[in-house]
């Protein structure tokens, strides 16, 4: 019986980005003129991920996506982000708002007055893995629906002396033509067409009750 020999190989690891590889090992054996082959399939592991990959990796990751949070994009925030503290591979992300009584940095969506209007703020992720990463996103957060205040304000804007007139060319030259009136807010107008039917410019000064001046 004869002493097996053994051969050392080298194995170099693919790179992490790479992936594990398969490889097939084939071994021949052979005494004097007769020959048989063997084959072994072995998976040779990738190695470790660098930093450098972590943060590549975490920075891809993080995506509209990913923050939305159920919102149907970013032009239309309506509610609450996700704002990821760590990344998949390790990264950690801080996050800054340009402005944050709107959005906070702790992912509280605060939904701007009906007045104030729709805002657009900018969100910046850095993320780090022993260097760092920075990314920026454009949010528009929608503005909340009216309060009761805010359409009682608006409406008093929009009652205007030309309203009332209808066309007349001044409050106190009408010659008996009808004034029409009309409201954003339906039951006011109703409720007022009621009461005014029928009255005169005088009457009329009296059921607005300071809701428009008329001099």
């Known amino acids: 019986m004869v002493n097996p020999l053994f051969y ?13 590889k398969a490889v097939t090992l084939t071994a021949t054996l052979s005494i004097d003129s007769l020959t048989k082959t063997k084959e072994f399939i072995v998976k040779v592991i990738r190695i470790e991920q660098t ?8 920075n891809a990751w993080l995506s ?27 990264s950690t992300i801080s996050w800054s708002s340009t402005n944050s009584d709107v959005i906070m940095t702790d992912e509280t969506v605060i939904r701007p007055s009906y007045t104030l209007g729709d805002q657009s ?4 992720a850095v993320i780090s ?31 205007t002396i030309e309203k009332i007139l209808n066309g007349n060319t001044a409050y106190n030259n ?14 006011f107008g109703e409720e007022f ?21 008329i001099p």
């Open 8 to 20: 050392s190989i080298t194995v170099y690891r693919p790179l992490y980005a790479d992936g594990d």
């Open 51 to 58: 930093d450098a990959e972590k943060l590549a990796a975490d």
């Open 64 to 90: 509209d996506e990913i923050i939305l949070y159920g919102n149907t994009a970013l032009d239309n925030v309506t509610w609450d982000l996700s704002l990821p503290a760590v990344g998949p591979n390790g």
């Open 121 to 124: 703020i900018t969100l910046t």
């Open 129 to 159: 893995n022993g260097a760092s990463a920075t990314k920026t996103f454009i949010i528009i957060e929608k503005a909340a629906e009216p309060t009761d205040d805010e359409i009682l304000n608006l409406d008093a804007e929009w009652l």
């Open 174 to 187: 009408t010659d008996k033509i009808k004034i029409c009136f009309d409201s954003t807010d339906i039951q």
């Open 193 to 213: 067409n009621r009461r005014c039917s029928g009255k005169k410019t005088g009457r009329l000064r009296q059921q607005l009750r300071g809701q428009t001046r």
